[in-house]
């Protein structure tokens, strides 16, 4: 089975940045689709950024377009996470989560496999 691992999280400040990673094991990387998603205190989690199986498509939110970049490297069955220009808004635990296939999914349900998170928190 997928196993996830999110690491990279911290306490910054506003504008600062922060790269967050993904560790996957279990199954063939490259078979699968990966996304971000991030869930602040009281909110429901949201979709913040995927990519497909190959790298080749990526997508994101428009809260965090030009400021996020989502990215993988194949070799090492990691998933990576570019966030610049924090802010306030951009707090929460983020999550990596994993699709099988090359559909590219923006939406919670569409994903099986979930990491157990790892916490951002942006301080003003």
């Known amino acids: 089975q997928v196993q996830l691992v999110e690491s990279g999280g911290g306490l910054v400040q506003a504008g600062d940045s922060l790269r967050l990673s993904c560790a996957f094991s279990?199954?063939?990387?490259?078979?699968?689709?990966m996304g971000w998603f991030r869930q602040a205190p009281g909110k429901e989690r949201e979709f913040v950024a995927s990519i497909s199986a190959s790298g080749g498509n990526t997508y994101y939110a428009d809260s965090v377009k030009g400021r996020f970049t989502i990215s993988r490297d194949n070799t090492r069955n990691l998933v990576f996470l570019q966030m610049n220009s924090l802010n306030a808004e951009d707090a929460g635990v983020y999550y990596c989560a994993a699709r099988s296939g090359p559909y590219v999914g923006n939406a919670v349900w569409e994903y099986r496999d979930w990491g157990q998170g790892t916490q951002v928190t942006v301080s003003s």
């Open positions: 279990g199954r063939t990387f490259g078979r699968y689709a």
